[in-house]
């Protein structure tokens, strides 16, 4: 039976790619890089600094270090703006039920994001109320496809992975969830999560009846 979730923050419980395609943009104008919403597709899981260097290498621009750091933190200030007006409204259909469930049975809930601005989100939206330990982009080394955030999730909740279930939207996360030795719940289609043992358009039908078989495993 499995006794803890772990939940990816961006695509599974609210939807901040929104927000960080903004930021991005506002920064590949004022460089005069050419960025659309596919190219942000490239950025979803990957951290800030890997995601900066895709955006560069769209227009061939290289800096220095600390250029690019500059750079970081500009997106990051515009992205945490928006971000700081989040409410309970951008929660994810069917997320609060599902987490609500998962508590009434006792069943432990860690966050599995490689975003550092993680707490903030959560608090703005109110979800903070539901998670048991939270791993964010600043707990760890090495980004997803690596399965630490996930295991680092699954020792901070005390439990072995194999007893672990992740939620993930990216090919990337479902990768490290399946690399951690995880039961793993992709958020989309098939066609993107062909690694994840069964896959949702949503999480509103990831409560009652199939959370109740998924236990039994
Ligand atoms: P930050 P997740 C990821 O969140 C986002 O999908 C990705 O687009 C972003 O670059 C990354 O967090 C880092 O975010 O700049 O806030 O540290 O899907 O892992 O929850
Ligand atoms: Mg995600």
Not at 26 to 33: E, M, P, S
Not at 82 to 91: G, H, L, N, S, V
Request: proline residues 3%; contains cysteine.
């Amino acid at each position: 039976m499995y006794q803890g979730a772990i939940f990816d923050l961006d695509g599974v419980l609210v939807d901040t790619a929104k927000y960080h395609f903004l930021a991005w943009q506002a920064l590949a104008q004022k460089l005069g890089i050419h960025f659309t919403e596919r190219d942000n597709e490239r950025l979803k899981g990957v951290s800030r600094m890997a995601s900066l260097d895709v955006l560069l290498s769209l227009g061939d621009q290289q800096y220095d270090t600390a250029t690019k750091e500059k750079f970081a933190q500009e997106k990051n200030d515009l992205y945490v703006s928006y971000i700081e007006k989040m409410d309970a409204t951008e929660i994810l259909p069917g997320v609060t039920a599902l987490l609500t469930h998962l508590q009434q049975e006792k069943i432990k809930i860690c966050l599995g994001s490689a975003s550092k601005n993680a707490p903030l989100i959560l608090k703005r939206t109110g979800l903070d109320q539901y998670f048991d330990a939270i791993v964010d982009g600043n707990d760890v080394q090495k980004a997803k496809p690596d399965p630490e955030v996930f295991l680092k999730g699954a020792e901070k909740l005390g439990l072995a992975p194999t007893f672990c279930v992740v939620f993930e939207d990216a090919l990337a996360g479902c990768e490290a969830g399946k690399a951690g030795g995880m039961y793993v719940v992709g958020v989309g289609t098939k066609e993107n999560l062909p690694l994840a043992d069964e896959v949702h358009a949503n999480l509103v039908d990831f409560t009652g009846d199939h959370l109740f078989q998924l236990k039994k495993l």
